[in-house]
């Protein structure tokens, strides 16, 4: 489930204060992963690089 909460949430469907807590780190875990933050938003790049 962790994946889907992930993929609406960079659609814009859905929101990380809407994610299941039991859920929430597995989904931070993805989003992060695919250098998002929590609200789906590209990290900053890292500086000096």
Known sequence: MAVVYAT???K???T???VPVA???KVREYL???D???DGTPL???VGE
Do not use: E, T
């Open 23 to 25: 859920q929430q780190q």
């Open 32 to 34: 992060a992963a695919m």
């Open 8 to 10: 609406l949430i960079i």
């Open 36 to 38: 998002l933050d929590i």
């Open 44 to 46: 900053p790049d890292p």
């Open 16 to 18: 990380f204060d809407r």
């Open 12 to 14: 814009g469907v859905y």
